[in-house]
């Protein structure tokens, strides 16, 4: 390649970069980013207007997140750098290299990113158990899912680990879940009115989901090195934002009910 080639190509490259093409590329970039603010405003509104469809409308609006990021950043620099083939074919390459090395961990992210969007263990809206971390799936990047613990904490968990590690969702993308509630009684208690106490608090409770089974699980147990009895209650709600409202409405009227009908807890140590 002789200089006046050499000339020629490095006028293109400068040519590309010029001022007022990455000042274009900059707004563009920023109406972009206007655009996905606007889709998910919107999306919200949708999630007041129609609340049974939240979890359609919340994975419906990662999904559009996902494909205006990834397909308007390629359109955008083609489009308005409009790169010589010779140039994408060098810069291709040499990118692929350096981020292979210097970015292995975010590839490896935005690789699992796109196998959960596929293979979806879990979905936006859903409760689930990662580790010691237990809470709701807010949202779903390609790099990361954040998810929102019972005590309003935002903890984001990198999209890699969710292919490795072990993770349990308790709703797999339904409004109801299962909700598991522990009592623990004295030995000599009445187990058969026990259970009708608790399926009575249960089934009236403004939270409970009743198109599924109440069912009870007995076991002896050792509590404060004495045995008891551990009477324990697997009931749905009816949405998964009122899991520990219906937790705190059975414990607490069960209680009471346990109390005044004399049915007798373990005794303290």
């Not at 010779?86 to 990118?95: D, H, N, R, Y």
């Not at 929102?148 to 349990?168: E, G, K, M």
């Not at 009445?190 to 198109?211: C, G, W």
Request: contains cysteine; aromatic residues 10%; positive net charge.
């Amino acid at each position: 390649m002789n200089n006046d080639d050499l000339a020629i190509e490095f006028a293109a490259v400068a040519d590309m970069f010029s001022a007022s093409t990455l000042f274009m590329l900059v707004i563009c970039f920023a109406g972009l980013w206007l655009l996905n603010f606007g889709i998910r405003h919107f999306m919200g509104r949708l999630m007041l207007r129609f609340p049974s469809r939240r979890f359609f409308i919340l994975q419906l609006s990662t999904l559009m997140s996902f494909l205006l990021y990834i397909v308007g950043t390629v359109v955008l620099v083609v489009g308005v750098l409009r790169p010589p083939k010779e140039f994408l074919i060098a810069i291709g390459g040499s990118a692929a290299v350096a981020l292979g090395f210097a970015l292995k961990d975010v590839a490896a992210s935005l690789v699992s990113g796109i196998i959960l969007l596929f293979d979806r263990p879990f979905q936006v809206g859903d409760r689930v158990s990662f580790g010691d971390t237990y809470g709701e799936i807010v949202n779903i990047t390609l790099r990361s899912v954040r998810l929102r613990t019972l005590d309003d904490s935002i903890v984001t968990i990198p999209n890699a680990r969710f292919i490795t590690d072990v993770v349990s969702s308790a709703n797999m993308g339904a409004m109801d879940m299962m909700v598991v509630i522990d009592f623990h009684l004295a030995l000599d208690a009445d187990l058969a009115e026990a259970q009708r106490i608790l399926r009575q608090v249960i089934v009236t409770s403004r939270y409970a989901y009743l198109k599924k089974p109440v069912v009870f699980a007995i076991e002896e147990v050792q509590v404060a090195e004495r045995l008891a009895i551990r009477l324990r209650a697997k009931a749905y709600v009816l949405d998964v934002e009122y899991e520990k409202a219906f937790q705190s409405d059975v414990t607490t009227r069960a209680t009471a009910l346990f109390r005044e009908r004399g049915l007798p807890r373990p005794a303290r140590g």
